[in-house]
């Protein structure tokens, strides 16, 4: 299967990261290359994008998609969190601007032997970089019912997770998505299943973002990006669910106001002061055009902020 890359909030986010000629950006999760090749539209000539992935498949597609550019770009096989060790190994000190994507690709989803969807039968896999050894089948049959719980309850924000642990720890070995749909489905009273979306959506997300580390990462990567912008330099950020969006949300707060001092305190005496400036006040969201020609976009909200 081709990897196709429909870049999410396209015209929003070059908006955000106000791009020119001359200079040089870095994507962090640069996928099938979609946004990448906008961006390189618009700093080329003189412009330079460093392009970072963890899947190989998308840094091949990454490849063909951006190859009219070729001498203006690096593609790098990395997770998005070593964004700084990357750009140092490159003699990159520091960029004008910055993207991370976040959550799993359409062409993921759609490959179904990568085990991402619930909609088809497949190995248990899930990961986003297949190099790595850990995958969904560990998370499913080896993780104790009270670690399986909480990671079903805080990365699925699912309500049956302590039911939903408890068959699947009860129905070991499990093989495949297939199985654990069933397994899902008969763990929800019948009345839960009928409302709502598909019953293992929660559960898969869950697992996924576990396999992946996403969350765990996610703050480091922020950090990390920010701390490799220039000064003016500015880091635009999609998620796709609540907890990426709070995580980017809180980030943001913390870097753009670190003061610890007591409210009531006169002056700082912390020292610590702002590294960025929030440009987004309230998250930037797709059209409803956009919507309707990507339904999957229907989620994404990106954040943007600049660094002092």
């Known amino acids: 299967m081709e990897f196709g890359h429909t870049p999410v909030l396209l015209d929003e986010v070059l908006k955000l990261l106000d791009c020119h000629p001359g200079q040089v950006m870095v994507d962090g999760t640069v996928g099938g290359g979609g946004h990448a090749y906008e961006i390189l539209k618009r700093i080329v000539p003189g412009g330079f994008l460093v392009g970072i992935d963890r899947d190989p498949s998308a840094l091949e597609a990454a490849q063909k998609r951006l190859e009219e550019f070729e001498g203006c770009f690096k593609l790098v096989h990395a997770n998005f969190a070593d ?9 990159i000190d520091a960029v004008d601007g910055g993207l991370l994507d ?3 690709s359409s062409y993921q989803l759609d490959e179904a032997a990568r085990g991402f969807t619930y909609m088809q039968d497949a190995p248990l896999d899930m990961r986003m970089d297949p ?3 850990f995958s969904a089948y560990h998370v499913v049959n080896e993780y104790p019912q009270q670690e399986l719980e909480r990671v079903i309850r805080e990365y699925g924000e699912e309500r049956w997770a302590r039911r939903i642990a408890e068959f699947i720890v009860s129905s070991r070995p499990i093989e495949t998505t297939g199985q654990l749909v069933d397994v899902i489905k008969r763990a929800i009273p019948a009345a839960a299943r ?7 959506k929660r559960t898969f997300q869950a697992i996924r ?7 765990k ?4 990567a922020i950090e990390n990006a920010v ?3 220039k000064p003016g330099g500015r880091l635009c950020i999609i998620s796709f669910h609540s907890l990426e969006d709070r995580i980017v949300k809180q980030t943001f707060r913390n870097l753009s106001n670190p003061c610890t001092c007591p409210p009531d305190s006169p002056i700082c005496i912390c020292g610590r002061r702002p590294v960025v400036k929030v440009l987004t006040g309230k998250p930037v969201v797709p059209t409803s055009r956009e919507v ?3 339904p999957r976009s229907r989620s994404a909200k990106a954040r943007c902020c600049q660094k002092l």
């Open 292 to 294: 309707s020609a990507n």
């Open 209 to 215: 973002i576990e396999v992946n580390q996403e969350l």
């Open 217 to 220: 990462l996610l703050p480091v």
């Open 102 to 104: 976040l959550g799993v």
């Open 194 to 200: 009928r409302e709502g979306p598909h019953p293992a």
């Open 131 to 133: 190099t790595q050894t």
């Open 227 to 229: 701390e490799v912008l």
């Open 83 to 91: 964004i700084k060790e990357v750009l140092q190994s490159l003699g």
